[in-house]
């Protein structure tokens, strides 16, 4: 492991996101508003990782030794701090078993491949050998979608892409770069920044997200509303299937029948692993221009978005946070959020509603199309904050994550939810989904913090992410419980409503059954026979994305 570590594709901390010297905590100030704001706090810290039990490796000696054969004996790894390491993913479920040391689940072992070649002969000897293979590029899934789950086989391996992380080719032509899948968001950056060119593909899971992963799970980044989804980027596919291997896509769009990369950008590993991935890029910007605006509401500044989007001349990044998301950073910000607050009571708002709008590339560009929206926000009375606090959420947009990590230590359920629907069903499903995840929460003593932002608009609709704050029951059985019955409330509020049950966080397993509302039974269909024709042993990524039969 010393040599992977070397390399920065060593294990991330086992219960948390954060790495050792992170600093993000939240300020003491910010925690006595908390507890206010939902009672007594019981500390939760982590347990040794030291007195968690592992089991014994389920894999066959023969099928570790026919692995080894493939990849070498060096990327077959079988000790307990690799398996640890690959115990799921990232969302508040996974790190509350994972610090408590209830159920945390294991691979039987970790492949790490080299190449295409390598990918193709593990899948083939897997389906002999009968061991189901869960790709795994960041690890930073929070739906459940690289959980080491057997699902009927004899063991369980993780197909860790990490080594995979070359840029194959640059066409600066046509601007197109073919990377390898485990190539990270800031490695494909500082790859492409050589050549002054940018992905401008910012998740939230950016700085450990890798660019297989992206399209897997066709994520938004947060400047998409610029940029384009990931799914808007992909020019071409390389796929490993278990039944053999695909190259998609011919570089330019075409009418030469359905498009198959549409069947690999979304499907989460479960119809085969991709391998190589060739996408749409553009120089550099110059020039990045991030602004705060504080709208006297949250329906004024949908309100003006929708026109701007509508009009065609919607900044790169939007991010409107509604009253209660508001009140929660000038709580945590200090003398920041002091000064934010002052500048809007002096237009008479109580409650405002901040929105960031980010624009980026060359200068005359930036500074055109921020003056055509002016008007339109002047005529919605919204007040600016300026570059400055703009800059300032550029700078810490990855914190949350982090303070995430501090905020359960202290006792804090954080966990958030995200859909998207039309503008016309906008207003309705944001009241459904706050109402039940505020029911389904209270009665611990005080209300949980429910509060939501805009980050990703089209024309015809957009995107709603929720995050939720919330005393954390101690007992992790009790508060796996206490979150999936949120969890399954707000789900059932979103298919109720009309919305997406996922925008950009993919199904994994838990959003799997509510799919089926969602592209009806035939849809469902034509899935599972994708998957019956793709992966005829049905080893890859078993329960994710593929309803459970009813």
Known sequence: MDELARAGLGPRPFARWSEPDDDVVPSSRNLVWLRERLGELTPTPPVPVSVIAVAESALPADAADAFAGIVGPAYVLGDKEARLAHA????????????????????????????HEEVAAVLDRAGELDVAVVPYGGGTSVVGGVEPERGGH???????????DQLLALDDVSLTATFQPGVSGPRAEELLGEHGLTLGHVPQSFPRGTVGGFVATRSAGQASTGYGRID????????????????????TPNAA???????????????????????????APTERRYEIWAFPAFDRGLEAIRTMVQDGEVPDVVRLSDEDETETALASQGSAGRVAGFVSRVRGVRRPAFCVLGWEGDHDSVQHRRRVILPVLRKAEASSLGARAGESWRHHRFDGPRLRDALMDAGVLVETVETATSWAGL????????????????????????????SHVYPTGASLYFTVLARQLPDAGVALDQWDAAKTA?????????????????????????????????????????????????????????????
Request: no cysteine.
């Open 427 to 454: 207003p309705r499903l944001y009241r459904a989904v706050t109402d039940a995840l505020r029911e389904s929460l209270t009665g611990l003593g005080t209300p949980p913090i429910v509060m939501a932002h805009v």
């Open 257 to 283: 029948g359905p498009d198959l990369r549409a069947l690999f950008t979304g499907s989460e590993g479960t119809l085969g692993v991709l391998t190589e991935l060739t996408l749409r890029v553009r120089p």
């Open 88 to 115: 799921g993913g990232q969302s508040y479920s996974d790190l509350l078993r994972r610090r408590s040391g209830h159920q945390v689940t294991l691979p039987d072992a970790v492949i790490r491949p080299g190449g």
């Open 232 to 251: 808007a980027l992909v020019v071409g596919l390389r796929v490993a299937t278990p039944v053999g291997s695909l190259r998609l896509g011919t570089g």
């Open 154 to 164: 004899r063991a369980v391996v993780t197909l860790d892409l990490s080594r995979m």
């Open 490 to 550: 707000a789900s059932e509020a979103i298919s109720a409503s009309g919305g997406t049950i996922s925008h950009h966080h993919a199904i994994g397993r838990t959003h799997a059954p509510y799919l089926t509302a969602e592209v009806g039974r035939v849809g469902v269909v034509v899935l599972a026979g994708l998957k019956a024709t793709l992966d005829p042993h049905g080893i890859l990524n078993p329960g994710v994305l593929i309803p459970p039969s009813p």
